[in-house]
């Protein structure tokens, strides 16, 4: 996970993440076991690369400065707008508040979500289901992760 401590969004995804490695998931579910993953927390944005994997994963035909860039009022617009996720980079480092946070990446199953603590729910539920027999592999509709 790529976080912002500042972000209300990206603490939120942060805590569903810790609960959901720690207790039972679905946390209504006590009989449950928690999901098994690996959570690592980076306070910084992702790389070029990672950026371009991140892409990949979560919206692949659009523009990355859509997916990756936030509404807030010290966020570019416009021509002034970065294009490449090379210059997108460069922003979140000088400015995070100009990036959607948080970025989660199930880097084995190939998925991402961007911004969006619904989509972080949404990986959450992937997991339970391939862990409860719903869901093999083969039927996830992603492409392979980097360590797959």
């Not at 990206?10 to 569903?16: E, M, R, V």
């Not at 928690?34 to 927390?41: H, I, R, S």
């Not at 707008?81 to 970025?103: C, M, R, Y």
């Not at 084995?108 to 949404?122: F, H, I, L, N, Y």
Request: proline share 13%; net charge negative.
């Amino acid at each position: 996970m790529y976080h912002n401590p500042s972000s209300p969004p990206s603490n939120k995804a942060l805590g569903l993440l810790r609960a959901a490695i720690s207790g039972p998931y679905p946390p209504g579910k006590p009989s449950a076991p928690a999901l098994d993953f690996n959570l690592d927390v980076v306070e910084a944005p992702p790389t070029p690369d990672q950026l371009r994997t991140i892409l990949s994963y979560a919206a692949p035909s659009k523009p990355a400065s859509s997916v990756l860039l936030s509404a807030h009022p010290s966020a570019p617009t416009g021509t002034d707008q970065p294009q490449s996720v090379s210059e997108i980079h460069d922003l979140g480092t000088k400015n995070p508040n100009a990036v959607k946070w948080p970025i989660v990446v199930d880097w084995t199953g190939g998925q991402a979500s961007v911004g969006d603590v619904e989509g972080v729910k949404g990986l959450l539920e992937t997991l339970r289901k391939k862990r409860d027999g719903e869901l093999k592999d083969e039927e996830v509709d992603q492409p392979k992760g980097w360590f797959s």
